[in-house]
């Protein structure tokens, strides 16, 4: 069975995004840009699944403009056996939304026939949690979100989800997507030696019009703009004086 | 122009707060109509059909939507579409599994997590963990969108709206439940309760966490965690207040050994007011607090607790 793992390039998680002055967007050039938080799971979990036998092949594939090469890189250094970059953008504000990506995702299925795809569940920039759900609609394929638990049993696949409330384990039929939750599992630093070898592993490259697919967003962005700030507040001196302001405020 | 409205329904039972607040948020899109649809669900149209602004309920009730699996309840959602030009649901977990399915079978973009209506094609969401708030106006014909609850008032009761029952759409047949493990807790729900007391890191341990616990049952409130004190095991996971876990505006929140990443400032940080206890006078959730206390918290609990 392959394993297709979807990645993105997003801004740095522990960067504090600036929001252009004039609305357009958040400004991202010259920012610290890494591998989305979640896919780097996703991609532990499918090194995981070839180490236990239950995968033979793992494929990275990134859809954005071409320096996502280096978040492919990435994966291949943590253990993914080869990569496909999808160029839909020339530049990095462009985010392709969901619905594009998963488009593309879903012909990159169809070529490369993965017995279970796994992505992030949601990317840190955007924020959507869509496009997993999007891929498996468009595949008619089950799904399994927020996966803090995963086990392959001959055709099925049972999932453990971080649902409100609790956990809920469900059992899909293969081929099936799998979105990754934070809990699924550590993962692993790419070591110097493995770094160099992934420079030699093979990364296509590709653009959206290779597969016929129109990246045009659905959602036209009308504006950016900062959140509101909150007011400075105070520093008090003990529980009481707390207590104190708290009754002031008719907090408690 | 009408809209389709999800219910949260979680072993037939209506979630009334969810529910409420989306109401609020479609109630400016159109005419509602509720789809409560479960394996049992009947009773929760029954308490859907009373929020004041719902015109309409229809009850789907099958045991293939029992746990609300993806695959049939987006199925069910995209034959009811045709009449519908909004299809909306509260962004719950529930809701964000099904929803991205409906609009990529219907062929539309999905808006998720809205915290704004500007208009029926316009919406405004957080993007960037909370650090930017981008309107998007949709192109496409059938709008599908999750409200952020914490950013809409419940919508009251006293609405009088009918009920139908209508049947459920083949199952798909490509998934199936195995078990709920359920936090139980005689709290306050986490989304909705008027005062969260948090807890992080400095906590240190799941005994400590009870001194968290104490002052938010003192308080009245639900009980919050850092994904620090989550990862460490002091707090179950779905306690987690943040970009990942879940994002909640009380009228009190109160942080105590959380030091204000900017994942869990994106779960907390449009509350009325923000106490923070913490014992390092550079921790970040000062940036946010109305109120910050620099103590150990190991003392300052407890005291707190006492004198409340």
Same mark, same amino acid.
Request: without cysteine; glycine residues 6%; proline residues 4%.
């Given at each position: 069975m392959k394993v297709l793992v979807p990645v993105k390039r997003v801004i740095d998680y522990n960067v504090k995004v600036r929001v252009k002055a004039d609305g357009s967007g958040v400004d &991202? !050039?010259?920012?610290?840009?890494?591998?989305?938080?979640?896919?780097?799971?996703?991609?532990?979990?499918?090194?995981?699944?070839?180490?236990?036998?239950?995968?033979? @092949?793992?494929?990275?594939?990134?859809?954005?403009?071409?320096?996502?090469? @280096?978040? *492919?890189?990435?994966? &291949?250094?943590?253990?993914?056996?080869?990569?496909?970059?999808? =160029?839909? !953008?020339?530049?990095?504000?462009?985010? =392709? /939304?969901?619905?594009?990506?998963?488009?593309?995702?879903?012909?990159?299925? @169809?070529? @490369?026939?993965?017995? =279970?795809?796994?992505?992030?569940?949601?990317? =840190?920039?955007?924020?959507?949690?869509?496009? #997993?759900?999007?891929?498996?609609?468009?595949? #008619?394929?089950?799904? #399994?979100?927020?996966?803090?638990?995963?086990?392959?049993? #001959?055709?099925?696949?049972?999932? $453990?989800?971080?649902?409100?409330?609790?956990?809920?384990?469900?059992?899909?039929?293969?081929? $099936?997507?799998?979105?990754?939750? *934070?809990?699924?599992?550590?993962?692993?630093?790419?070591? &110097?030696?493995?770094?160099?070898?992934?420079?030699?592993?093979?990364?296509?490259?590709?653009? !959206?019009?290779?597969?016929?697919?129109?990246?045009?967003?659905? *959602?036209?962005?009308?504006?950016?703009?900062?959140?509101?700030?909150?007011?400075?507040?105070?520093?008090?001196?003990?529980?009481?004086?707390?207590?104190?302001?708290?009754? /002031?405020?008719? !907090?408690? | 122009m009408a809209v389709l409205l999800l219910a949260e329904v979680t072993d037939g039972e209506l979630a009334l707060d969810a529910t409420a607040k989306a109401v609020t948020a479609a109630k400016q899109l159109g005419d509602i109509t509720v789809l409560a649809a479960g394996a049992t669900a009947a009773a929760a149209g029954e308490a859907a059909a009373k929020i004041d602004g719902v015109s309409k309920v229809l009850v789907a009730e099958d045991a293939s939507l029992g746990h609300r699996l993806a695959e049939p309840t987006a199925a069910l959602i995209v034959s009811l579409a045709g009449d519908y030009e909004h299809i909306v649901a509260p962004a719950t977990t529930d809701a964000k599994n099904v929803l991205p399915r409906v609009a990529a079978l219907l062929d539309v973009m999905v808006i998720s997590d809205a915290s704004g209506v500007v208009d029926a094609n316009t919406f405004e969401r957080p993007i960037y963990a909370g650090n930017a708030i981008q309107t998007v106006k949709s192109s496409d014909g059938k709008k599908v969108v999750s409200f952020r609850t914490a950013t809409f008032d419940a919508a009251g009761e006293g609405g009088s709206a009918a009920v139908e029952a209508i049947s459920a759409v083949a199952n798909p047949g490509l998934s199936e439940w195995v078990e709920d493990k359920v936090a139980a807790s005689d709290r306050p729900e986490l989304t909705s309760a008027g005062v969260v007391v948090s807890g992080g890191r400095g906590v240190g341990s799941e005994d400590d966490f009870k001194l968290i616990e104490g002052l938010a049952d003192k308080l009245g409130a639900a009980v919050g965690a850092s994904r620090a004190a989550v990862d460490s095991g002091y707090a179950p996971n779905d306690w987690q207040v943040g970009q990942t876990g879940k994002v909640v505006a009380p009228d009190l929140y109160v942080a105590i050994g959380i030091s204000g990443a900017i994942q869990h400032l994106a779960g907390m940080k449009d509350s009325k007011v923000i106490v923070a206890i913490n014992k390092d006078e550079e921790a970040p959730i000062f940036q946010v607090s109305d109120y910050g206390l620099v103590a150990d918290l190991f003392a300052a609990v407890p005291e707190l607790t006492d004198k409340l």
């Open positions: &991202l !050039a010259n920012v610290k840009m890494s591998m989305n938080p979640f896919d780097e799971i996703a991609v532990e979990q499918a090194i995981r699944l070839k180490e236990a036998g239950k995968a033979e @092949e793992v494929i990275a594939v990134s859809i954005g403009v071409k320096q996502n090469q @280096e978040t *492919l890189r990435t994966a &291949l250094a943590m253990g993914a056996d080869r990569a496909i970059l999808v =160029i839909a !953008a020339d530049d990095v504000h462009t985010d =392709i /939304e969901p619905l594009a990506v998963a488009k593309i995702l879903a012909k990159v299925v @169809e070529e @490369e026939q993965p017995g =279970i795809v796994l992505a992030g569940k949601q990317a =840190i920039d955007n924020d959507m949690n869509a496009t #997993g759900q999007m891929l498996s609609a468009l595949l #008619g394929w089950s799904q #399994g979100t927020f996966a803090s638990g995963l086990d392959i049993d #001959g055709d099925n696949a049972i999932v $453990t989800r971080e649902v409100d409330g609790g956990l809920q384990t469900i059992k899909v039929s293969m081929p $099936t997507i799998i979105s990754v939750d *934070l809990r699924l599992n550590e993962p692993r630093y790419a070591s &110097l030696p493995n770094i160099m070898k992934a420079k030699k592993k093979p990364l296509d490259e590709k653009t !959206a019009a290779d597969y016929v697919v129109d990246v045009t967003p659905r *959602l036209e962005v009308v504006k950016t703009d900062e959140p509101e700030a909150r007011k400075a507040g105070e520093i008090v001196g003990s529980v009481d004086e707390l207590v104190a302001k708290l009754k /002031e405020a008719g !907090a408690v | -």
